[in-house]
Each structure stands twice: as C-alpha cells, then as structure tokens.
C-alpha cells in the first residue's frame, strides 16, 4: 500500500503565501507515481481540482487558481508542491493530495488525508 501525507496548511491572512507538499512513500515496496495533483474542498463543497502535474512536468490548472498557485515536483522523493502566493479567502478549504500509480499498479489512486488552508480576510 502506498501511503500518502500532505503538510504545509495552516492559518494566513488574504494576499499572504503557503507552499504545500505531499509524498507518496511505500515501506518495504518499489513503485512509481505518475500524475499527481491536489484537490479541495471547502466547507459544505463538494472536492474540487485544483492542479495536476505528470510525471514528465506537463501541468494543469483550474481556472481560478491561475496565476496564482503552481504546482511542481520531484520525482526522486516523489514529492509534489503546491506554491500558493496571493491567497484569497474562497481559497480556504481542506486540501487533499492525489497520487497515481504508474507501476507495478497502473492507475491505482492514492489520496492523502488532508491538509487544513484558511484564509483570513
């Protein structure tokens, strides 16, 4: 079982900046990642894309978070960052993790269990 842990979150004023990373590690087991991306949910929401990030380094963004948030990676601790500078209260919400496997389990999807990000205004 692949395991994966989000950290970064915490409590920031609106305009402010939090970086968020995320690991996917596996005791005892070889494996490796594909895609990985982040996903929120805010209060009473449903969970919603924010970013992905292949392998390769080809990304995507929703629309609101363009411009703003960037999503990077290093395959060698596969580990994924999310940069989030000019923060808005509508960016507070649960972030969550995703990572794909690549191999020996194509597409099993792993989710973390979470990270809290709260804007204040």
């Known amino acids: 079982q692949v395991q994966v842990v989000e950290s970064g979150g915490g409590l920031v004023q609106a305009g402010g900046s939090l970086r968020l990373s995320c690991t996917a590690s596996?005791?005892?087991?070889?494996?490796?990642?594909?895609?990985m991306g982040w996903y929120r949910q805010g209060p009473g929401n449903q969970r919603d894309f924010v970013a992905t990030?292949?392998?390769?380094?080809?990304?995507n963004y929703t629309d609101s978070v363009k411009d703003r948030f960037t999503i990077s990676r290093d395959n060698t601790k596969n580990t994924v960052y999310l940069q989030m500078n000019s923060l808005k209260s509508e960016d507070t919400a649960v972030y969550y993790c995703?990572?794909?496997?690549?191999?020996?389990?194509?597409?099993?999807?792993?989710w973390g269990q979470g990270t809290q990000v709260t804007v204040s205004s």
């Open positions: 596996a005791s005892g087991r070889i494996f490796a990642i594909g895609a």
């Open positions: 995703k990572a794909i496997e690549e191999w020996p389990r194509p597409s099993y999807q792993y």
């Open positions: 990030i292949t392998r390769g380094g080809s990304t």
